[in-house]
Structure formats: structure tokens, C-alpha cells
């Protein structure tokens, strides 16, 4: 009888392995919720080229170089390019003696269970193998998430020592609209005397001059707290009494504020949190929106995802197995030194619809 590491290596169970426990993963692409894809067979796109380089994720690698083990080559010429995504890790021989250990208790009392007993102890060998697959299947599209609301609310492609810390640095403007609190503006940390209302109508009807209606403003969790906390924000939900004023209780939600954006014609507030952990260890996840920055969207999608086929698609190496999971090219392989993972994702976020969003930064003003 096969064990399990031996199954997987036939590529018809590998892909089953990897398509079935992606479906009970928690994650899911947030990009998705905002980009629709697009293909390029040459890996070159035409939208503002000369403007858009191609952003990368996970580690950064040459056109042709192999996947390196959290090593990577300069970033090099690549405006008006897809990116190529790639990472590879090594199975720690721990976790796989416990595999074995997990897997061979399993088939000694299978016998005993009843059907629905053997699937499920039978689904936690499946899970603690996967646990070692599944950075692979999930790591391009947390770097694409990263950058897309990156870029989305801060109009910039950040590749940083903080969250790209074995590779390069590089930072991209995508020349999106950007607004900076007028000079006559207070500063939304001040919120005793910030006027979010005001600054919002100010953007707003400046779009509006350029035959842009906006159909929703969009902050993170941090950003949205300094809007409710206003105290202008509190004085509108207050009531005069012949005894006095009274407020409801000093707290205001969102759906208040989004009620009374409405009555005075103003679009609703959307709350966007996209937490990203970054490469390395001990790192907390980071949020994806970037605080004390408001987006306004005057149309969806803003963005598209551009794809190329991963070249080992096309030429694959005859001692590994693969699959695809969301554009992701996965394989598995064994060499003398151990069981390896990688895979390999071409892809660039392109904000092609730039022109139909813009952002306010709330902490800088304007000279």
C-alpha cells in the first residue's frame, strides 16, 4: 500500500489534494473582490506603459532564473511587464516524521472505525500534510492583496526592507488623484476640532467638476475611528431639549454616520481591512489599507489583474508533479536533500481606471 507522500507524487492526486483542501481553506483572495483578470501571451501590457512597472510578490526572480530558496536577483528593467511570483520551501523532515507517525496510527486502527470515523481521522492526516502545502497555493495572492490595496489606497507599490525583507526595495507611484487636507483643514487626529463632513464635500465636489460622481468612500477600521470620534461628527447626533442636549450615548456606529451621509447627499462609508502577514518570523499581520487615507470611487473595478502563463506550464520538468489553484502554478518535487514545494504565478495589478478614484490623506496638509 502507498503512503500518502507516495500518492501525491502521481500528479493526478497531487492536483486532487491541493484542489480539495483549498476548498476548506479560510482563505480566499481578496483581490477577487475587485480586479477582474485579464492574459497576456507575451507577458507585455499596453495600459500606460512607461507609468506601470510590474509589481512583484513573495520572492522577486530574474525571467529565467530558477525559484530561489528566499534568495532574490536584482529587480532590473520590468516597466510594462508581468511579474513573475515564485517561492520555494524545503519540508521540514520533523513535520513529516509526525506525518508518517499520524499516518501510520491511522491505518492501524482504520480497521475498527466506522465510515464516517475513517473519513474524518483520515481528513486530519490530509490537513497536517497540507499545512506544509498550502503557503505555496495562498503566498502569490497575499502579496497581490497586499499591493492592490496598497496601491488602491495609497497610490504607491511599496516593495520594503519591512515587507520584502530578503529581497529588493522598490517603490512605484501609480500616479492615482491624490488630495491633501487644505491649509484651512484640521487634521482628522484632532478630533475636537476635525470637520470630516466638510473635507469629504470639499473632494467630492471637486471630482464632481471633472463629471465624476462618487459612488462610495472607502477607509480601514483605524481611519473610520477618527471619523466617529469627531467631535462635529457627535454635535450632528445630538438633540436640543428644553432641559438641555441630548446624545445617544457619546457613541456613534457607521450605520448612524451612514444615515446621516445620506440625508445631507453624501455616499457611504465602507470599511476595508485587509490584514497581509509578511515574510519572515514572529511578524504580526499588517493592514493592506493603509491608515489615515479615505478612497473615493467613482466606478468599479479600478483595477485589473494581468496574467501570463508560467513557462513551466508549458515546459514542465519531468521529476515533478503539478497543479493549478487561481492562476498559481503549484508543483512538488523530491531530491536527495528532501521534499520541496514552490510555485510560480505571473501577475501584475494594473490600475487601469486610476482616473476613476482618488484619495485623501487626512494627516497632511496641503502647503
Known amino acids: ?33 475587485e480586479m477582474d483578470t485579464d492574459f497576456s501571451v507575451s507577458g507585455a501590457y499596453n495600459e500606460f506603459v512607461g507609468e506601470y512597472a510590474a509589481a512583484q510578490a513573495g520572492s522577486i526572480i530574474a525571467k529565467n532564473a530558477d525559484k530561489p530558496l528566499r534568495e532574490m536577483p536584482d529587480l532590473g528593467s520590468i516597466t510594462g511587464t508581468i511579474g513573475r511570483l515564485g517561492d520555494r520551501w524545503q519540508l521540514d523532515n520533523d513535520r513529516l516524521d509526525k506525518l508518517m507517525q499520524l ?7 482504520a480497521g475498527n472505525f466506522t465510515s464516517e470515523r475513517k473519513s474524518s481521522e483520515w481528513q486530519k492526516v490530509l490537513k497536517f500534510l497540507f499545512n506544509m502545502y498550502e503557503p505555496a497555493a495562498i503566498a502569490p495572492h497575499k502579496r497581490l492583496d497586499l499591493l492592490f490595496y496598497n496601491g488602491l489606497s495609497n497610490g504607491k507599490y511599496e516593495v520594503t ?16 488623484p491624490t488630495y491633501l487636507l487644505r491649509a484651512s483643514d484640521v487634521l482628522f487626529s484632532d478630533k475636537a476640532n476635525s470637520d470630516p463632513v466638510a473635507v469629504f464635500q470639499y473632494v467630492i465636489l471637486a471630482l464632481r467638476a471633472k463629471g465624476k460622481l462618487v459612488e462610495k468612500i472607502q477607509m480601514n477600521f483605524n481611519t473610520v475611528q477618527l471619523v466617529l470620534e469627531s467631535a462635529k461628527i457627535k454635535a ?16 456613534i456606529s457607521l450605520e448612524m454616520l451612514n444615515g446621516y451621509l445620506k440625508v445631507v447627499g453624501l455616499p457611504p462609508i465602507e470599511v476595508v481591512d485587509v490584514f497581509v502577514t509578511l515574510p519572515g518570523t514572529n511578524q504580526e ?6 491608515d489615515n487615507r ?53 501577475a501584475v495589478p494594473v490600475f487601469n481606471g486610476k482616473n476613476d478614484m482618488a484619495i485623501l490623506r487626512i494627516d497632511e496638509k496641503a502647503a
Do not use: C
Request: aromatic share 10%.
Open 1 to 33: 500500500m502507498k503512503t500518502i507522500l507516495q500518492e501525491i507524487s502521481e500528479e493526478k492526486n497531487f492536483d486532487a489534494f491541493i484542489q480539495e483542501q483549498m476548498k476548506i481553506s479560510t482563505y480566499k483572495p481578496e483581490w477577487k473582490k
Open 103 to 109: 499516518e501510520g496510527r491511522y491505518r492501524g486502527r
Open 161 to 176: 526592507v519591512a515587507n520584502n525583507p530578503d529581497g529588493v526595495q522598490w517603490e512605484l507611484d501609480l500616479k492615482i
Open 236 to 251: 450632528a447626533f445630538s438633540v436640543d431639549v428644553p432641559k438641555g442636549r441630548v446624545s445617544p450615548s457619546g457613541i
Open 285 to 290: 499581520p499588517v493592514n493592506a489599507f493603509k
Open 294 to 346: 479615505v478612497v473615493f470611487r467613482t466606478s468599479s473595478p479600478v483595477a485589473k489583474l494581468m496574467l501570463k502563463d508560467a513557462l513551466e506550464s508549458k515546459d514542465p520538468h519531468p521529476n515533478k508533479v503539478y497543479t493549478v489553484y487561481e492562476e498559481n502554478l503549484i508543483s512538488s518535487y523530491r531530491r536527495e536533500e528532501g521534499r520541496f514545494v514552490e510555485y510560480e504565478m505571473n
